[in-house]
Each structure stands twice: as structure tokens, then as C-alpha cells.
């Protein structure tokens, strides 16, 4: 697929204030320092569209961005940072909920695994919980440029073992850099797929 056209639209804290919902939607969800965010830029090859930060948290808000005039990535804020309050926690998950039950037009999640880490709780929590409300999702293993070929593919491995101690059909997955900008055209062909049905 070709990326024509990425550009900003909206930052907001509520689903009722996001872009009229008439167009398919996409949405990056993780960790807090993941990847998400420069995960769109690489796959828009537009450096500075989602803002970045080597520090997590940099996230906050609900964050619209429109591909091709045809359909629209959405970068969100993280969750599992530690350093973080009860109550921002607490409205982070109100926010999110509210995102996944109400947005209508919301194609496909793509959940974020730091390809580095061992299976962690936090994200396969969310991962329950997105089978609990029957959101469809991938997930995509970030930051494979960060190690060996061979321990990006032992862990993912892993992962997909522990899911599949809950879960009957296991969801597709990526393995992505940004850096080398791995996993781009895998991830772009599935969106292409998904628009198209
Ligand atoms: P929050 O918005 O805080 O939830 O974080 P995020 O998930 O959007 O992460 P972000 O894209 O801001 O990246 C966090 C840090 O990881 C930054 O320092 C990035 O440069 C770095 N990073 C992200 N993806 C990769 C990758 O594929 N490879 C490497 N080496 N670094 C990466
Ligand atoms: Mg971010």
C-alpha cells in the first residue's frame, strides 16, 4: 500500500468529540514506551506525525490521524506505567473502555508486545479484555531491531503459547522495528485486506 497522505486531525479525551465514525478505523494500544506512536510514524514514513518520547506517558489524549482520505490510525495512551496515579489509572481504562465499546467504525486493534520481555500480565489483561467485549485485534511484537532474529522469534513463541492456555484461535501477529522499519509492508498489506472487506 502506499501512504499518499498522513495527516493530524484530532486529540481529544472523548469518544463522542472523535471524527464522525464513516471511515474504517485502526488502533495502536500497548505498554506505555512500546512503540506505538513511532510505530505510526513508520508506518506513514512521516517522522514527527505521532509525537515520540524516549521517557513513557507521552501519550495522553485519543489521537486521530487520517490515511489516504480513506481510513484512520489512532494512536492511544499506554497503560502499566508505573509511576502513574490510582485515579489517572482509573480514568485511562474509562477512556479506553468507552473507546473500544462505542467507536463503531473501529476495524481492527493492534496490540503492542515489547518483542523483548517475557509474557507480562498488564498485556494479557488487556488482551482478556478485548476478548471479553469481542474487539477484533493482532498483535504486533515492537523493537525487534533490539535483539537477535532467533530470541524476537523464541518470545514470540512464548507469548502465543501462554495465550493459547485461554484462547481456542490465536490472533495474527507482527514483528515490527521502526528502526529498520521491519514488518512495515506486512502490517499495511493487513489493513489493505481488512478495508477491503
Ligand atoms: P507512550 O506514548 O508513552 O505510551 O509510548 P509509545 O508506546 O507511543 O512509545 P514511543 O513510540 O514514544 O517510543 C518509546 C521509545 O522507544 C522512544 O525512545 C522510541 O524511539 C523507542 N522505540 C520505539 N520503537 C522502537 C523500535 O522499533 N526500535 C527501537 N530501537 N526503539 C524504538
Ligand atoms: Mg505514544
Not at 514470540?156 to 495465550?163: G, I, Q
Not at 507482527?174 to 489493505?192: H, K, M, N, Q, Y
Amino acid at each position: 500500500m502506499v501512504i499518499r497522505d498522513a495527516r493530524f486531525i484530532c486529540s481529544n479525551t472523548q469518544v463522542a468529540l472523535c471524527p464522525e465514525p464513516a471511515l474504517p478505523e485502526y488502533a495502536f494500544i500497548g505498554r506505555s514506551n512500546v512503540g506505538k506512536s513511532s510505530l505510526i510514524n513508520m508506518l506513514t514514513g512521516r517522522s514527527g506525525l505521532a509525537k515520540t518520547s524516549s521517557l513513557p506517558g507521552k501519550t495522553q489524549l485519543i489521537n486521530h490521524f487520517l490515511i489516504n482520505e480513506q481510513w484512520y490510525l489512532v494512536d492511544l495512551p499506554g497503560y502499566g506505567y508505573a509511576r502513574v496515579s490510582k485515579e489517572s489509572r482509573a480514568n485511562w481504562a474509562k477512556m479506553i473502555r468507552a473507546y473500544l465499546e462505542k467507536r463503531t467504525n473501529l476495524s481492527c486493534v493492534f496490540v503492542l508486545i515489547d518483542s523483548r520481555l517475557p509474557p507480562q500480565a498488564v498485556d494479557l489483561e488487556f488482551i482478556t479484555m478485548l476478548g471479553e467485549m469481542s474487539v477484533p485485534f493482532v498483535l504486533v511484537f515492537t523493537k525487534a531491531d533490539k535483539q537477535s532474529g532467533s530470541r524476537t522469534a523464541q518470545n514470540v513463541r512464548t507469548f502465543l503459547e501462554k495465550m493459547r492456555e485461554t484462547w481456542d484461535e490465536l490472533p495474527r501477529h507482527f514483528v515490527t522495528s521502526a528502526v529498520g522499519r521491519d514488518g512495515r509492508e506486512e502490517v499495511l498489506g493487513f489493513i489493505d485486506e481488512v478495508n477491503q472487506q
